[in-house]
């Protein structure tokens, strides 16, 4: 198993210091339930001294869900291209597709390693309307049945979604994505992807020195696939290169474009501010749906990028990792005093902490199996400002090769005894109230 996980790694790794994730909860094929669950162990975690690798495989105890809704949303109208198609018609399908998903506006973005099941479910709890996975490489996924069966892992609950792929074979990408249009809401394709990685395989960001091969990508989907497809772009230096490339895009049959406001050269996010003028632009040049990504810390940018761009909705990835319940009003200490708050809006111990949600998580985590390393990177993020206070936990998180979700618990326990607690913000009146199973009612 380590070897083929490092098979899989070595052919496909996006961020270096993330590897990608490839092992399933919810698998689509349910003949691979079988051979997942001789491949899997204890829900409860490995038993320590039976395990030899740090990031072994949480179990498989859940079952692929045995109605995993293989029709598309309701109100779904079939999305393929036509050839007599006008712009007009194709935007207004468009738009009744989006609308029929309730027009979602506060959105998980997709990242490697970070974005599967259990964490978007987590997100879906605190406000998120809709979630992308995480990349799927279109020619491994096409091609190989375990990574298929491993990668994508979803259920009933987990929509609207889009599925991302980068791929830069039109035969390939449309194969990979015919396997998972029953399950999700929008074939989404990665152009946005600036790791030496894509560079070295030719996809995401670097297809934009190929617009042929970008268009012949989005069209081979829209002429063929029953439910639309997205893509997820950065911008040009050049204000009009971009705007002619989101119009090509509209014009090749894509229907709704999620716009990241950086280069690709800005890839530091905390460096480089994201654009909101040029999203605003794009947004102004088509007619499709367009979603705003980068500099989402909290509900004041929604707000503010929103009305700033005119975009239908916004996509969160960085912070979202530290607090989950951004999208349900809650912020980080980091951000309580920032953004335009006067003193009155400026947000009280919102009742909840990132340790309330990670251990929400871990629970999502035993009903939806993910590898440790996964947990791992979402544990460092989420108790990062709580190990800021405690740093000997971190290092004896960090020594601790083998994990449990008891060991976990354990460790969030020694943490609130320890004292510090470092709280989460809200106003009372812009938080999301969940209901008893969870999921989110209403907002103000
Ligand atoms: C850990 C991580 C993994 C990511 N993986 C992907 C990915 O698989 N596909 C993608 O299109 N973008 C990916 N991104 C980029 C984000 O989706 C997003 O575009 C970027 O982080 C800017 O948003 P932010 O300012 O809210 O972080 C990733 C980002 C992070 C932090």
């Known amino acids: 198993m380590r070897r083929l996980l490092s098979f899989f790694y070595s052919i496909i790794h996006l961020h270096p210091q993330n590897p990608p994730p490839f092992l399933p909860t919810f698998s689509i094929n349910p003949s691979f339930s079988s051979t997942f669950s001789s491949m899997a162990t204890n829900p409860k975690g490995p038993p320590p001294e039976e395990s030899s690798d740090p990031d072994d495989l949480l179990c498989s105890l859940s079952q692929p869900h045995p109605n995993p809704n293989p029709n598309p949303t309701p109100n779904h109208s079939p999305l393929l291209l036509q050839p007599r198609d006008d712009a007009g018609s194709r935007a207004e399908r468009a738009w009744a597709h989006w609308e029929g998903l309730g027009a979602p506006r506060l959105i998980v973005a997709p990242m490697v390693d970070n974005s599967e099941l259990p964490f978007r479910m987590l997100c879906r709890r605190y406000g998120a309307q809709a979630a992308y996975t995480p990349m799927l490489h279109a020619r491994i996924f096409s091609e190989n049945e375990k990574y298929r069966s491993m990668e994508f892992t979803t259920c009933k609950e987990d929509r609207p979604l889009f599925v991302q792929f980068c791929a830069n074979d039109p035969g390939t990408l449309l194969e990979a994505a015919k396997v998972v249009e029953p399950y999700c809401d929008y074939v989404d394709i990665n152009l946005g992807c600036p790791q030496r990685i894509a560079r070295r395989g030719n996809y995401g960001a670097f297809l934009m020195d190929n617009m042929p091969l970008i268009r012949s990508l989005v069209e081979k989907l829209a002429c063929n696939l029953q439910v639309p497809v997205s893509c997820k772009i950065r911008i040009f230096p050049?204000?009009?290169?971009?705007?002619?490339?989101?119009?090509?895009?509209?014009?090749?049959?894509?229907?709704?474009?999620?716009?990241?406001?950086?280069?690709?050269?800005e890839k530091d996010g905390r460096k480089f501010r994201a654009d909101w003028d040029a999203i605003r632009e794009v947004k102004k040049s088509v007619r499709i749906p367009v979603l705003a990504n980068g500099n989402i810390r909290h509900m004041e940018d929604v707000h503010?990028?929103?009305?700033?761009?005119?975009?239908?909705?916004?996509?969160?990835?960085?912070?979202?990792?530290?607090?989950?319940?951004?999208?349900?009003?809650?912020?980080t200490a980091e951000w309580r005093d920032c953004g335009n708050l006067d003193e009155s809006k400026n947000g009280e111990d919102g009742g909840l902490d990132q340790a309330d949600l990670l251990e929400e998580y871990l629970k999502l985590c035993e009903q939806y199996p993910v590898p440790w390393r996964i947990v791992r990177s979402h544990v460092h993020k989420m108790l990062g400002d709580w190990f800021k206070v405690h740093p000997e936990v971190r290092e004896e998180f960090n020594r601790q090769s083998k994990l449990t979700f008891e060991w976990l618990h354990d460790m969030v326990g020694k943490l609130r005894n320890l004292g510090g607690r470092v709280p989460l913000y809200a106003n009372a009146t812009s938080t999301w109230k969940a209901t008893e199973n969870g999921f989110p009612m209403s907002s103000s």
């Not at 239908?312 to 951004?326: K, Q, R, Y």
């Open 304 to 331: 503010s990028c929103l009305e700033h761009t005119g975009a239908d909705g916004v996509l969160s990835a960085e912070t979202l990792l530290e607090n989950p319940a951004l999208f349900a009003g809650f912020r």
């Open 238 to 265: 050049d204000l009009q290169d971009t705007i002619a490339y989101a119009r090509m895009l509209e014009e090749a049959g894509c229907s709704l474009l999620a716009v990241h406001g950086r280069t690709r050269d």
